[in-house]
């Protein structure tokens, strides 16, 4: 395996902090969310780093390579686009399903798939064609979860093991994913690392989260704790990590506190290791630097990787196996997002959890997106009590967009909110923004109710 770009230490890049992540001292690089960043229009802030040698990744979350589904054409383009409007030396993705297409729905976040040979065989195959699409190597990130499916046939070990050497993927190991899981699932974090290619190591994350009875919960908005970077020393004992990355989505620190989190990560990246062997993609230290893979361009983009071959007759035709990944799939996603009964051998207190979690997710997502909406309904709290309560039989089927369209559209057709101001109000909101629609019973409402008032 050719050997990784050395990346150093970096923090995730939100437009929310852009000016403290410019500021603080010795960064080395930032990961972008793939889907924020528009290739004809970078935020400034981006070209500013890039002016000034900062490196910038990709971050994709929303191929849903786990899926059954074979990877959406279009979603790979734009990925790819991206990378090559960053100048990016890889990109990165996650092994997670996030949707179904029969039936059509949304998870709005990143969900386990089964540690089986069929979900395996699936996902190695929708690798293969993404790396196949993709000008700059691939890396998939390890998630955290809440669930644990049944009837699961390897380890988390294993299953990324067997997943590199089919495709050649490199991996981005979530060290706060491997303690969710300790808590979540029982997982031993350094079972999972002294069984993994570490050679493959594209990079690491590192972020924060807090539990709540029993459950932790990843929630990238609190600090990182010690335990998480206790992980993180496990993990330099086996391997000098290519790259190291603090993740912060939410609740945003002061500057001096997120400089302050970047300092004790490098503090843990910088220690010399215990005596354990050098890993090939650790070089030793009488050794040159190793060679990095040059980022992609428009006119010359990176060839693609010659994928390690299949084991004999591990992956085949896999249009059963899709089937049956499938019909698993969503079947667990319905009972998370539509409250259809939960499949056989699912921990059903923990499908409550997860379930509650992905609808505050999508409740907090709108918000930010809809920020107008809140407002309109009388506050937050007001907001939140009827988004959860439209959420609960309305699962998001066209992305988080199209969901706060649909929650507004609901809520006229109830004759809410109750208030007539506040209702012209959103009949306007939501005017605006549905766009050129056939005219079904709500836009000639809308319409009629328009003319009104004018």
Known sequence: MKPMAHLGVGIGWRPEI?????????????????????????????????????????????????????????????????????????????IAFVRTSSPV??????????????????????????????????????????????????????????????????LLIDVANLHTNRVNRGEDPAAVLDAIPLEALAYVHVAGGVERDGVWHDTHAHPVPPVVLDVLAQLRERVAPPGVLLERDDDFPPEAELAGELERIRDVVDRAGTGRPRTPAEPAATEEPAATEEPATAKEPAPAKEPAPAKEGADGDTGAARTRVGLGQAALLSALVAGTPVPEGFDRQRIRVQARALAAKRASVIAKIAPELPGILGGADAYRTAFLAYARHRPMTGGYRRDALDFAEHLLIQDLPADPAARRRLTSWWRDRSGARPPRRIVRWARALGGRSA
């Open 105 to 170: 729905l949304e998870a709005g976040h990143l969900l386990p798939v089964p540690r089986t040979r069929d979900a395996l065989a699936v996902l190695c195959e929708n690798v293969r064609i993404a790396q196949d699409a993709l000008p700059v190597p691939l890396a998939l990130e390890n998630i955290a979860a809440l669930v644990s499916w049944p009837g699961e046939e390897l380890t988390e070990g294993q299953f990324l093991t067997e997943l590199v050497e089919r495709t050649g993927v490199r």
């Open 18 to 94: 852009a000016e403290a992540v410019e500021r603080l001292p010795g960064l080395d690089w930032v990961e972008v969310v793939a889907e924020n960043a528009c290739p004809g229009h970078l935020h400034p802030s981006l070209l500013r780093l890039r002016e000034r040698g900062v490196r910038v990744v990709p971050h994709g979350v929303s191929l849903g390579l786990g899926g059954a589904d074979r990877p959406d054409v279009r979603k790979l383009a734009d990925l790819g686009e991206r990378a090559v409007a960053l100048g990016a030396p890889l990109v990165t993705e996650h």
